[in-house]
C-alpha cells in the first residue's frame, strides 16, 4: 500500500504550476471557496433482471441446482441490484479545487439457481463498492487511486457447500490507479459521469 501511495505522491508532485495555465476551467463558478454550488453530484439506479438472466457474482458454480435442486444454499445470481455513483469537489478554488473524492456501490439481491428456481426474492447478497480520490489533471484527464471491495451478506458471509466457489473471485479486494479521458458528449463536463 505504500508503494501505491508513493507513485500517486511522485505523480502529484510532478504537476506543476503550467497545468494551471493549460486551459482546464474552473468548472464550479461561486463565491464560496468550500462546498460550493454543486459540489455533490451523482446518480442512482435500480435494475431489475428478468429470469433466465440473472448476474452472475462468481460466488456460486453453475451446477449449484444439480447438487441440491431448489433446495440448494448456494443461489448466489442476483435478481435485483441496486447501484449510484456520487462525487465530491467540496474545494472551488486554489490549489485543492482539482481534488475530488469518489464513491459507486452496487448492491445484488435475490435467491435464485439457473434452470432450477427463479424467485422474486430480494434477500440480500453482497455489498460492492468502489471509493477513492481522483485529481483533474485537464479538463478531459482525469488521475484517480481507486480501492474497491465486497461485504457478502446474510448466508453469504460463510461457506455454502460444494457449490460455493469461495470469496476471492472478480468480486474481491484490490486497489487501482487509474487514467480517465474523457471525450465528446454535450456541452461542459461537470463530473466523472
Keep these: 500500500m505504500r508503494g501505491i501511495l508513493a507513485v500517486v505522491v511522485l505523480i502529484l508532485a510532478s504537476i506543476s504550476s503550467a497545468l494551471a495555465a493549460d486551459g482546464f476551467r474552473e468548472e464550479l463558478t ?24 440473472e448476474p452472475d457474482l462468481n460466488r456460486c458454480g453453475a451446477w449449484a441446482g444439480a447438487l441440491g435442486t431448489t433446495k440448494a444454499s448456494c443461489a448466489a445470481f442476483a435478481r435485483y441490484v441496486g447501484s449510484g455513483f456520487m462525487e465530491l469537489r467540496p474545494v472551488a478554488t486554489g490549489p485543492l479545487h482539482r481534488l475530488f473524492v469518489f464513491l459507486e456501490p452496487h448492491a445484488y439481491m435475490g435467491s435464485n439457481i439457473p434452470q432450477f428456481q427463479y424467485t422474486n426474492s430480494i434477500s440480500p447478497i453482497a455489498l460492492e463498492r468502489a471509493a477513492g480520490i481522483g485529481l483533474s489533471v485537464t479538463r478531459n484527464l482525469e488521475l484517480r487511486l481507486t480501492t474497491h471491495r465486497v461485504d457478502w451478506l446474510g448466508k453469504y458471509e460463510n461457506n455454502l457447500g460444494a457449490a460455493d466457489l469461495g470469496k476471492n473471485g472478480p468480486l474481491s479486494s484490490f ?14 463536463r461537470m463530473s466523472g459521469y
Design 30 to 53: 461561486t463565491e464560496r471557496k468550500i462546498f460550493p454550488k454543486n459540489w455533490v453530484s451523482g446518480f442512482v439506479d435500480f435494475a431489475v433482471a428478468p429470469p433466465h438472466n
Design 175 to 188: 486497489t487501482t490507479i487509474s487514467a480517465r479521458w474523457y471525450f465528446g458528449g454535450y456541452g461542459r
